[in-house]
C-alpha cells in the first residue's frame, strides 16, 4: 500500500488541523493506521493509532482529548483531527500502516509502510 499525508500547514496556538493519510493500491481497513510525529532534533514518536475496523483507537498522553483518528472506509482514508493545538505539537506527521497485531500499534518498527510526511506548525 502507497500512503499519501496531507493538510499539514501554519495554525496559531489554540487553532485546528486536520490531516489526511490516503491510500493506494491496497485498502487500508488490512492495516491497523498509526500516526507519528518527529519535531527538530527529536526522535519520531508515536501520536495514534486506530484498529483495523476503526473501533478502538490509542492515543499517546499528549495528544489525548485534543487529537480524534477515525476512517473513512469508503475513501480508503485516515484522518487525524487536531484540536486545542500548542507550539510543542510542531512536527512533522506521518501516517503509517501496520499488518502485525493490536499490541505492536505503539512501536515504530511495526509499521512497514510510511507516508512522506506532512509539516505542522503551531505557533505561540
Known amino acids: 500500500v502507497q500512503l499519501q499525508a496531507s493538510g499539514g500547514g501554519l495554525v496559531q496556538a489554540g487553532g485546528s488541523l486536520r490531516l489526511s493519510c490516503a491510500a493506494s493500491?491496497?485498502?487500508?481497513?488490512?492495516?491497523?493506521v498509526g500516526w507519528f510525529r518527529q519535531a527538530p532534533g527529536k526522535e519520531r514518536e508515536f501520536v495514534v493509532a486506530?484498529?483495523?475496523?476503526?473501533?478502538?483507537?490509542t492515543y499517546a498522553d499528549s495528544v489525548n482529548g485534543r487529537f480524534s483518528i477515525s476512517r473513512d472506509k469508503v475513501k480508503n482514508m485516515v484522518y487525524l483531527q487536531m484540536n486545542s493545538l500548542k507550539p510543542e505539537d510542531t512536527a512533522v506527521y506521518y501516517c503509517?500502516?501496520?499488518?502485525?497485531?493490536?499490541?505492536?500499534?505503539?512501536?515504530?518498527?511495526?509499521?512497514?509502510?510510511w507516508g512522506q510526511g506532512t509539516l505542522v506548525t503551531v505557533s505561540s
Open positions: 486506530i484498529s483495523r475496523n476503526g473501533g478502538s483507537a
Open positions: 503509517a500502516a501496520n499488518t502485525a497485531v493490536w499490541s505492536t500499534r505503539g512501536q515504530a518498527s511495526s509499521y512497514i509502510h
Open positions: 493500491g491496497r485498502t487500508l481497513t488490512n492495516y491497523i
